[in-house]
């Protein structure tokens, strides 16, 4: 005769695995008096799902390495500690830390001058599946980050989540316009969200191939930089929503830099490419103007264009079948002090309670 197993101890032993499992993640300490002077001395002996607290205290200029645990979170504490790569040899030939792991969280860290003779030295290059970045800073990297996902050390195209929320993106590029604030690769989603992104040199300040991409109340903006490019660049299409963001193109004294503001699909378009950019303010100081939409003609859905503010010279969409709506597109908008970037609506502006119901796009299976 076979017993079943009473509901009791199943989740008695249930629980116990989960405790068991949970015992076995450690947290390491990095820091001045701590367990580990540096952060890649950590790596050495860190285990999946362990955490490494870094303490800001520390200094850890030239820290390079590689991390391939997973489930593993890095930390800064006590303030938000910097890894500076300026003018030092990055041995590993990639970036100041190489994530290989299935999935990893960093949080409050700041990476800058990471430079490699390929030209695409990263803070952060992204060679595993998941990746969580919250809270850091990434400035005068070639790339800030740099990421394509791979499973087991083979090419996983079509998987894995990219999550970056409240970072600040600045300077990064190495002049080429091949190297980017932040460049995503084919991952399944991409999600960038109250984060500021600027002043990259050259290149673009969100680049992303991903099948979805969700671009959600960013600053994204040139600034006072002279370098301008795409500020979103969605190269290979897919469905992307640009959703509550301010958008600046700035004033290129040569204009000859990419006109566009948003890019889509202009190398390819991933099947079920279709673009929603919703409640955003978008400005365009370009001297040439351009446009704040371009969209590649092989894109047979119709972009929906809805509740935008959109300032300064420049075609809206080139997509001749967009649906535009609710949007304002000539005149004063009021903004406050938009010569400082102050894009705030002054009282009696035409823009406000203006929009519309954006509506609700719920995503379908693939």
Same mark, same amino acid.
Request: net charge negative; with cysteine.
């Given at each position: 005769?076979?017993?079943?197993?009473?509901?009791?101890?199943?989740?008695?032993?249930?629980?116990?695995?989960?405790?068991?499992?949970?015992?076995?993640?450690?947290?390491?300490?990095?820091?001045?008096?701590?367990?580990? *002077?540096?952060?890649?001395?950590?790596?050495?002996?860190?285990?999946?799902?362990?955490?490494?607290?870094?303490? *800001?205290?520390?200094?850890?200029?030239?820290?390079?390495?590689?991390?391939?645990?997973?489930?593993?979170?890095?930390?800064?504490?006590?303030?938000?500690?910097?890894?500076?790569?300026?003018?030092?040899?990055?041995?590993?030939?990639?970036?100041?830390?190489?994530?290989?792991?299935?999935?990893?969280?960093?949080?409050?860290?700041?990476?800058?001058?990471? *430079?490699?003779?390929?030209?695409?030295?990263?803070?952060?290059?992204?060679?595993?599946?998941?990746?969580?970045?919250?809270?850091?800073?990434?400035?005068?990297?070639?790339?800030?980050?740099?990421?394509?996902?791979?499973?087991?050390?083979?090419?996983?195209?079509?998987?894995?989540?990219?999550?970056?929320?409240?970072?600040?993106?600045?300077?990064?590029?190495?002049?080429?316009?091949?190297?980017?604030?932040?460049?995503?690769?084919?991952?399944?989603?991409?999600?960038?969200?109250?984060?500021?992104?600027?002043?990259?040199?050259?290149?673009?300040?969100?680049?992303?191939?991903?099948?979805?991409?969700?671009?959600?109340?960013?600053?994204?903006?040139?600034?006072?930089?002279?370098?301008?490019?795409?500020?979103?660049?969605?190269?290979?299409?897919?469905? *992307?929503?640009?959703?509550?963001?301010?958008?600046?193109?700035?004033?290129?004294?040569?204009?000859?830099?990419?006109?566009?503001?948003?890019?889509?699909?202009?190398?390819?378009?991933?099947?079920?490419?279709?673009?929603?950019?919703?409640?955003?303010?978008?400005?365009?100081?370009?001297?040439?103007?351009?446009?704040?939409?371009?969209?590649?003609?092989?894109?047979?859905?119709?972009?929906?264009?809805?509740?935008?503010?959109?300032?300064?010279?420049?075609?809206?969409?080139?997509?001749?079948?967009?649906?535009?709506?609710?949007?304002?597109?000539?005149?004063?908008?009021?903004?406050?002090?938009?010569?400082?970037?102050?894009?705030?609506?002054?009282?009696?502006?035409?823009?406000?309670?203006?929009?519309?119901?954006?509506?609700?796009?719920?995503?379908?299976?693939?």
């Amino acid at each position: 005769m076979i017993r079943k197993a009473h509901p009791f101890t199943f989740a008695l032993t249930l629980a116990l695995s989960l405790g068991a499992s949970s015992a076995l993640a450690a947290t390491l300490t990095v820091g001045p008096g701590k367990t580990y *002077a540096k952060p890649c001395d950590a790596s050495k002996d860190a285990k999946d799902g362990d955490t490494v607290e870094i303490d *800001a205290s520390g200094s850890y200029a030239g820290d390079f390495c590689q991390w391939s645990q997973d489930n593993l979170t890095l930390k800064g504490v006590n303030g938000r500690p910097k890894i500076d790569a300026t003018g030092m040899t990055i041995s590993n030939g990639k970036g100041i830390w190489v994530l290989y792991g299935a999935t990893t969280t960093v949080e409050n860290i700041e990476f800058s001058g990471a *430079a490699v003779d390929s030209a695409n030295g990263a803070g952060i290059r992204h060679q595993g599946l998941n990746l969580t970045v919250r809270d850091c800073y990434f400035h005068d990297n070639q790339d800030g980050i740099l990421g394509g996902p791979l499973k087991g050390g083979q090419a996983a195209d079509g998987q894995g989540e990219v999550l970056i929320e409240r970072c600040e993106f600045a300077k990064n590029g190495a002049g080429d316009g091949q190297s980017h604030n932040m460049y995503l690769n084919h991952y399944a989603k991409f999600t960038l969200q109250y984060s500021y992104t600027h002043s990259s040199n050259v290149g673009h300040l969100v680049k992303s191939r991903a099948l979805e991409s969700h671009i959600l109340y960013n600053r994204i903006s040139d600034d006072e930089s002279t370098n301008v490019s795409y500020e979103i660049n969605l190269p290979d299409g897919g469905r *992307a929503y640009v959703i509550g963001n301010l958008i600046e193109q700035a004033s290129d004294p040569n204009g000859e830099q990419n006109g566009a503001i948003i890019d889509f699909a202009s190398e390819s378009a991933q099947p079920n490419s279709d673009l929603f950019v919703v409640n955003n303010t978008i400005v365009n100081n370009r001297t040439k103007g351009g446009t704040f939409v371009q969209i590649k003609d092989t894109v047979t859905t119709p972009a929906v264009l809805r509740n935008n503010i959109l300032s300064g010279n420049g075609t809206v969409c080139s997509q001749g079948s967009a649906v535009l709506d609710h949007n304002f597109t000539t005149g004063d908008p009021k903004l406050a002090d938009a010569a400082n970037h102050d894009y705030h609506l002054l009282a009696g502006s035409p823009c406000a309670d203006m929009g519309a119901d954006p509506g609700i796009w719920v995503t379908p299976r693939r």
